[in-house]
């Protein structure tokens, strides 16, 4: 009997719980409420958009030139004239010279010079550079430069053409034979030259450097003097005259060095050599044709 109740009992649970499933399938199935609105981020939740624009194409940075070598400088000045009497006016700068060495104050010029992280231009004898061959070595180191002033010195006007052309090729030859370079600056002995130098310097490739003035260091052996003038003198682009041979002594010039080297300094000049002149300030005109003998 109470079994029979508790089977009633379980069935009565069973049907109860099966009509509850039905009427929840009929009417929960689905909901009579409207879709939620979805919600819009605000401007700072939103995420960055890539740019889609095309970029503008690229722009090739153009190389800076290479400045010209200094033989290349030499060339180019050539070309436009075939002598010169300076250099131009930017960056105020001044070339030293000496002419007619090697000689015997020569070592200590170049060292003196060194001393003084000087630059400057020597214009040798061939001879004396067959005889000097070390010191001529020298010149073609920095802060030096090294041209040529003929074979043996001679006043070129009184020679005949061949005569002339050996003289100029005969330096350079010299130059090139101890030092490995053929100079293709020249320096005619007394500034004097014609006609037939110039077609040797042609023939030669070689550019006639004369200067804008002179020490008078071969006229007035007194320091005080040479360095005097030479600082009184000084312009921007200047080519200066001096030796280290020749007439009986150049201590005189060995002495003013110092202090031309030191108050052209102060006055805001760079020391360069010709070269280094002719490229970085090149002269900006052509000179009407120098005298000869050119004074100093």
């Known amino acids: 009997m109470l079994r029979s109740r508790r089977n009633q009992w379980l069935l009565t649970i069973a049907v109860a719980a099966l009509a509850f499933g039905a009427l929840a399938l009929a009417f929960g199935g689905g909901s009579d409420d409207a879709a939620p609105t979805p919600r819009v981020a605000s401007p700072r939740e939103r995420p960055r958009q890539r740019d889609r624009r095309p970029a503008p194409p690229t722009q090739r940075a153009h190389p800076r030139p290479r400045p010209p070598t200094e033989a290349q400088a030499i060339e180019r000045v050539r070309r436009r004239m075939p002598w010169v009497l300076r250099g131009g006016k930017r960056g105020r700068m001044i070339a030293l010279t000496f002419d007619d060495g090697p000689a015997s104050v020569t070592p200590a010029l170049q060292a003196e010079l060194q001393r003084l992280h000087a630059p400057a231009t020597f214009f040798p004898i061939g001879s004396d550079v067959l005889s000097s061959p070390d010191l001529a070595r020298a010149e073609t180191r920095p802060p030096f430069s090294i041209a040529s002033h003929t074979a043996t010195h001679a ?77 009184r003198l000084a312009r921007p682009g200047a080519i200066v005259l001096m030796h280290d041979g020749g007439g009986t002594t150049r201590v005189p010039t060995l002495r003013a060095v110092p202090r031309i080297v030191t108050g052209l300094r102060r006055r805001g000049y760079r020391l360069v050599t010709v070269p280094r002149l002719l490229r970085d300030a090149p002269p900006e005109r052509r000179p009407a044709r120098p005298p000869s003998p050119y004074p100093g």
């Open 155 to 231: 006043r070129l006007p009184t020679l005949g053409r061949s005569a002339q052309w050996r003289q100029v090729s005969g330096g350079a030859r010299s130059v090139a034979r101890v030092t490995g370079n053929r100079p293709r600056l020249f320096r005619p002995p007394y500034g004097a030259y014609d006609d037939d130098t110039l077609r040797a310097l042609r023939r030669e490739r070689a550019l006639m450097v004369l200067w804008t003035y002179s020490a008078y260091d071969w006229t007035h052996p007194d320091a005080d003097y040479i360095a005097d003038r030479v600082l």
